[in-house]
């Protein structure tokens, strides 16, 4: 079966701008996963969806962060207006169940000049 | 609040050498505890899990490791480490819930392993 798929794998762009960065999960699994891990610091939580639904936003940082699954399908992380300290890797992951293993993508290297 | 603590940024061994990688956990009901490893370049691939059961779990590349409830530690470990284990390990847990409402997993900030040929 085909992984969890991010797009783009890097990019850099200037404060004040927008990014969206894409997910798509591994056909079938209805749990979607946002993470970011900033600075080589700890992977951090930032929201759970269980098909389109919002399981869990609480670890989006604030208002600038917008994530959607319409459809419940693939998931897009818009940031806007980005800030230099939004630079990271963000990860997207999907599960089949709550407590299976999550299967994680490549990451997408954010870098806000 | 669960948390989870990795006190080494950085572990070397000898290629063949036996290899552990600590981590420490605090959650408030029964743990899954989990290890991932991320190549450069690569997203997280999972190793191994603890649910319930045999304290010692085998996972894959013949990497295992042992839950202590007493001590509250999930270290990973390997008999003979190969240059190719070279890689950043995560531990990561959540707490089973009593309400049947969704647990986030909660990463430790990783763990640099080198195997030095």
């Known amino acids: 079966e085909a992984g969890v798929t991010q797009f783009p794998s890097h990019s850099v762009i200037e404060k004040g701008q927008t990014v969206t960065l894409r997910c798509d999960p591994i056909?079938?699994?209805?749990?979607l996963y946002w993470y970011r891990r900033v600075m080589g610091k700890e992977i951090k939580f930032l929201l759970h969806?269980?098909?389109?639904?919002?399981?869990?936003e609480s670890g989006m940082p604030n208002n600038r962060f917008l994530a959607e699954r319409t459809g419940g399908t693939y998931s897009t992380l818009k940031v806007q207006p980005a800030e230099l300290e939004d630079s990271g890797v963000y990860f997207c992951?999907?599960?089949?169940?709550?407590?299976?293993?999550?299967?994680f993508g490549n990451g997408t290297r954010l870098t806000v000049t | 609040a669960q948390s989870v603590a990795q006190p080494e940024d950085q572990v070397n061994v000898a290629e063949g050498n036996p290899l552990t990688v600590k981590c420490t956990y605090s959650?408030?009901?029964?743990?899954?505890l989990f290890w991932y490893v991320q190549y450069p370049n690569r997203g997280l691939q999972f190793l191994l899990k603890?649910?319930?059961?045999?304290?010692l779990v085998k996972g894959s590349y013949g990497f295992e490791a042992e839950f202590n409830k007493s001590q509250t530690s999930f270290h990973l470990k390997k008999p003979s480490a190969l240059v190719s284990d070279s890689a950043l390990y995560f531990c990561?847990?959540?707490?089973?819930?009593?309400?049947?409402?969704?647990?986030?997993?909660?990463f430790g900030s990783g763990t640099q392993l080198t195997v030095l040929p």
């Open positions: 603890y649910i319930t059961g045999d304290n």
């Open positions: 992951a999907s599960a089949g169940g709550l407590y299976s293993p999550l299967h």
């Open positions: 990561a847990v959540r707490d089973k819930p009593s309400s049947g409402s969704a647990r986030q997993l909660t």
């Open positions: 959650v408030s009901g029964n743990p899954y």
């Open positions: 969806f269980v098909k389109e639904s919002k399981q869990d």
């Open positions: 056909s079938g699994h209805d749990n």
